[in-house]
Antibody, heavy 123, light 108 residues
Framework: QVTLRESGPALVKPTQTLTLTCTFS??????????VSWIRQSPGKALEWLAL???????FYSTSLKTRLTISKDTSKNQVVLTMTNVDPVDTATYYC???????????????WGQGTLVTVSS | DIQMTQSPSSLSASVGDRVTITCRAS??????LNWYQQKPGKAPKLLIY???SLQSGVPSRFSGGGSGTDFTLTISSLQPEDFATYYC??????????FGPGTKVDVK
């Protein structure tokens, strides 16, 4: 059974660094094809993909946010960590982690999601 | 980046109605298109992947179609549990994924 769970602070001050952790079970990020992404959703808004890390430790970032994001993994702990620097109130959102399985050229999709964690950026 | 649009942005429907939502990509994306359902306070749930493949456990009243730039999600007979917001998502430019703005389906 695949599960993912996000954790992190509920409130962060502007200009601070936000650190979020995704703890997962039911699969291993050392298995070929496995990837974990972070996606966020501002209140009442659409979904925005942020970052992805794959089984080979390759890392990819949203074009608009790549200077502020860092994604990493701890395979032994089954965790993926996302840090976002210099947060602003516009970064207030629910942050989700989700799994992707790469399978050659077959279209990829987010098949399992965490329940999300709401982060508010405010002084 | 590939931009995704959806229409309508919202619709009102009744139980039993046939509902169709459209998603359009800013460039051709073959069949690299997925659909998700999201209910308030919940994470999105995968419904359709690769444009027309039904995710395991998803009722057969959901179907997807299209390729290239234009795609559809159809609910053949709307059920009470289907009132939700629906998002399309492209994976053609993997891993630079993009989502559509969403279509909210509510009660008429």
């Amino acid at each position: 059974q695949v599960t993912l769970r996000e954790s992190g602070p509920a409130l962060v001050k502007p200009t601070q660094t936000l650190t979020l952790t995704c703890t997962f079970s039911g699969f291993s990020l050392s298995t070929s094809g496995m990837c974990v992404s972070w996606i966020r959703q501002s209140p009442g808004k659409a979904l925005e993909w942020l970052a992805l890390i794959d089984w080979d430790d390759d890392k990819f970032y949203s074009t608009s946010l790549k200077t502020r994001l860092t994604i990493s993994k701890d395979t032994s702990k089954n965790q993926v960590v996302l840090t976002m620097t210099n947060v602003d109130p516009v970064d207030t959102a629910t942050y989700y982690c989700a799994r992707i399985r790469k399978n050659g050229d077959f279209p990829e999709y987010f098949d399992y999601w965490g329940q999300g964690t709401l982060v508010t950026v405010s002084s | 980046d590939i931009q995704m649009t959806q229409s309508p942005s919202s619709l009102s429907a009744s139980v039993g109605d046939r509902v169709t939502i459209t998603c359009r990509a800013s460039q051709r994306i073959s069949s690299y298109l997925n659909w998700y359902q999201q209910k308030p306070g919940k994470a999105p749930k995968l419904l359709i992947y690769a444009a027309s493949s039904l995710q395991s456990g998803v009722p057969s009243r959901f179907s997807g179609g299209g390729s290239g730039t234009d795609f559809t999600l159809t609910i053949s007979s709307l059920q009470p549990e289907d009132f939700a917001t629906y998002y399309c998502q492209q994976s053609y430019s993997t891993p630079l994924f993009t989502f559509g703005p969403g279509t909210k389906v509510d009660v008429k």
